[in-house]
């Protein structure tokens, strides 16, 4: 089992839950700096303003990566440090951090993959309406166009918004992300509109800077059904949940809303008016500005409900036994979700896939022996990347695979409780110590899949039994 030559292996983070300072080196605030600030939003009260000292401490930290043979590294731009109005002036001595990181990553031998938003919206520019103006669209377009041209001549691969349903929805429907509104309907969905022409008007400004052939994705969240079984009538409910006209309790966790208009230029006016009959007139010009053409999807992949046919015709959620396994977010381990992820995404969208995310939050901790032992993330990791390994067989044009994370962060409104890296972090010390997964990780990487290819020399050899005939 294992994957083409061009196949990446890489790990994430992003700005907020890993750089730290904050208030450093003149970095305007986000509204994720104003929102920690706000009593009873952030457990324990934390805040990423040292997070994991990413800021002063890449050069550790991409040594550890190129000690695992990470090949790639998905991080993201803090958009208030290189703009602190969000707009404006740029604040060049926080362009300097990501050339360095940048530089850093080549010399390693790690390729960038930046994403260009990854939820922290300049305060300043919230305050002028957020994305609810249809000026951010704009905002959006001159910030792309900056890290374009800065890092253009290095960076090939971008990332344009992350997880559109939790930045929109978590952060303005529900309240529990920044910036913590609880708006109605109609705004959500004019701000969903502005935020996925914002995308669009970045991928125009990418593609104009860039001096050399780049490749762009986009990163939906995978909000997918998996067939409780492989019968056709439950794959084919499965694939209904995923793309059909969702019921009203879906809310905003809903992949076409934000996939359709980007890929294929369709506004999905009937999952619209499943929640209001008040949604933004989108116009064929809107449309055409989000469907810029893209190089392919980043599928984010945590846990997705079993669907089978139910008996009134519509698809149905199968209970999970008791004691079913479940994270330490309490999210449930459903492995064969990667495979349907890129398989049901493929389908419907045409486009290559990577996993831009996938991992599992649990309660690590520094044991005796001074090791970080994980069995369940290696574990979780093993199932997971069997689906990935099957989409790759039946001939899914499935590109790479970037671990969430790469090391303990910021997990935003649950703070630092959940860990989700391969490298655990001491919050009090910012010691670093690499968990039993990463050891793990770097042997997956080193041969490209979970089984180690053909044996080509005799150290394959060792340790493999004589037969005695
Ligand atoms: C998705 C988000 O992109 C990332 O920021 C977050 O930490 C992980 N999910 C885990 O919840």
Request: charge should be negative.
């Amino acid at each position: 089992m294992t994957f083409g030559k061009n196949f990446v292996w890489g790990a994430a983070t992003a700005a907020y839950q890993v750089e730290g300072a904050a208030a450093q080196d003149g970095r305007g605030p986000s509204v994720w700096d104003a929102f920690c600030r706000k009593a009873g939003k952030v457990a324990e009260g934390d805040t990423g303003d040292t997070a994991c000292d990413h800021y002063h401490r890449y050069r550790e930290d991409i040594a550890m990566m190129r000690d695992l043979g990470v090949q790639a590294y998905r991080f993201s731009i803090s958009w208030s440090r290189v703009l602190p109005e969000g707009t404006g002036r740029v604040n060049h001595q926080g362009m300097d951090f990501y050339h360095r990181l940048v530089d850093e990553l080549l010399r390693n031998g790690i390729e960038p993959y930046p994403t260009l938003f990854h939820w922290d919206y300049p305060q300043e520019l919230y305050l002028q309406g957020g994305w609810l103006n249809r000026d951010t669209v704009e905002w959006f377009g001159e910030y792309a166009e900056l890290v374009g041209r800065q890092l253009g001549d290095r960076v090939k691969n971008w990332w344009t918004l992350n997880e559109p349903p939790c930045f929109l929805g978590l952060g303005h429907v529900n309240g529990i992300h920044a910036p913590g509104l609880q708006l109605d309907w109609p705004d959500f969905f004019l701000a969903t509109k502005h935020a996925l022409m914002a995308h669009g008007r970045s991928v125009q400004a990418l593609r104009a800077t860039a001096p050399q052939p780049i490749a762009i994705g986009y990163v939906p969240i995978s909000h997918i059904g998996i067939p409780a079984d492989e019968s056709p009538e439950n794959i084919e409910a499965a694939r209904e949940f995923t793309f059909g006209v969702p019921t009203a309790d879906r809310t905003f966790w809903y992949s076409r809303l934000y996939l359709d208009p980007v890929v294929l230029g369709e506004w999905p006016e009937e999952c619209v008016r499943v929640l209001t009959d008040h949604g933004p007139e989108v116009t064929t010009e809107d449309l055409a500005l989000m469907s810029q053409p893209i190089e392919r999807l980043g599928l984010n992949f945590y846990a997705a409900p079993y669907i089978r046919r139910g008996a009134d015709g519509r698809p149905e959620t199968v209970a999970l036994p008791p004691g079913h396994p479940r994270s330490a977010f309490d999210w449930p381990v459903t492995p064969e979700g990667l495979y349907w992820s890129v398989r049901f995404h493929e389908e419907r969208y045409g486009l290559p896939t990577m996993i831009a995310e996938n991992g599992l939050s649990c309660r690590d901790w520094v044991s005796e022996d001074g090791a970080v032992h994980d069995p369940q993330r290696i574990d979780y990791l093993s199932r997971h990347l069997k689906g990935l390994h099957r989409a790759d067989d039946e001939g899914y044009q499935i590109q790479g695979y970037f671990h969430w994370s790469l090391m303990d962060n910021f997990e935003w409104a649950e703070g630092y409780r959940h860990r989700f890296g391969l490298i655990h972090v001491d919050f009090a010390t910012q010691k670093r110590t690499p968990k039993d997964s990463a050891a793990w990780y770097a042997q997956v990487i080193a041969n490209n899949g979970l089984s180690a290819p053909k044996a080509t020399s005799t150290h394959a050899l060792v340790g493999t039994r004589p037969t005695l005939s």
